[in-house]
């Protein structure tokens, strides 16, 4: 483990699943289908980042602002407004039609911005005339998040799968890791449940984790 510098996930029950918690500077997809809990994942992990005085980015295609405030008040992760003005949260709401990351990695250096978002990056392909140009976009995209040395999560919304589907997500083979999110509306103990495809650099579990969502934010276990 010499070398591997961990930052808390900020998910409750997932770090010491993973090692510590997740490498500092990597690249982290969170894939799953709608309302499996990705913005929420996404917003937690920058909440703990904020909670140690961080700065952190939230690059959002989908929701406004007032909405993205709301959805972190109800899993408990208050005072965001105050870290907004702060300018310790910078969310970007942007249209995903021609979207250039660009000014993006700008509002990163000039912040000094250790955790950013990503939500989503389906939206953003949505709007791409064609796969190889969205695989050129994500390529690019990666590269430079990792030379920034930021750790960031982008999510990518996929049509409900099952466990042993095989997914076809540009991104898995860029990204560090790979994070898949389930929820099958049935009740119980598994009606959310997350897997780690893939973590480099780490010894991660590899079994579907029971997951639950409330007002304290997100469990594992
Ligand atoms: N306070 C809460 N208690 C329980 N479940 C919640 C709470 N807040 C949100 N959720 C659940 O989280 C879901 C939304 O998660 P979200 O991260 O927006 O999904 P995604 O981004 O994957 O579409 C909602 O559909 C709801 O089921
Ligand atoms: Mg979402």
């Known amino acids: 483990m010499t070398g591997v510098k961990r930052i808390p996930s900020g998910i409750h029950g997932l770090d010491q699943k993973i090692d510590g918690g997740f490498e500092l500077g990597s690249v982290i997809s969170v894939l799953g289908g709608p309302g499996s809990g990705k913005s929420l994942l996404g917003m937690s992990f920058l909440y703990e980042g904020l909670k140690n005085g961080e700065t952190c980015l939230l690059v959002s295609f989908e929701e406004n602002v007032d909405d993205l405030i709301s959805d972190m008040e109800t899993i408990g992760l208050n005072d965001v407004k105050d870290f907004i003005s702060k300018k310790k949260l910078i969310i970007l709401f942007n249209s995903p039609i021609n ?3 660009l000014g993006v990695l700008d509002v990163i250096n000039q912040n000094k ?4 978002v990503i939500d989503s990056l389906s939206a953003i392909s949505m709007y791409m005339e064609d796969r190889s140009k969205f695989r050129k976009f994500m390529l690019d995209l990666v590269t430079e998040l990792k030379k920034l040395k930021v750790t960031a999560i982008v999510t990518d919304e996929q049509p409900q799968v099952s466990e042993n589907d095989t997914l076809y997500f540009s991104g898995e083979y860029l990204s560090d890791a790979v994070i898949k999110l ?7 103990d598994f009606d959310r449940s997350m897997q780690i495809i893939k973590m480099r650099r780490t010894n991660n579990d590899r079994s579907m984790l029971p997951m639950r969502i409330d007002q304290g934010g997100i469990y594992v276990k």
């Open 113 to 116: 911005i250790s955790r950013v």
């Open 99 to 101: 979207f250039e990351y």
């Open 182 to 188: 389930f929820y099958t509306g049935l009740g119980g």
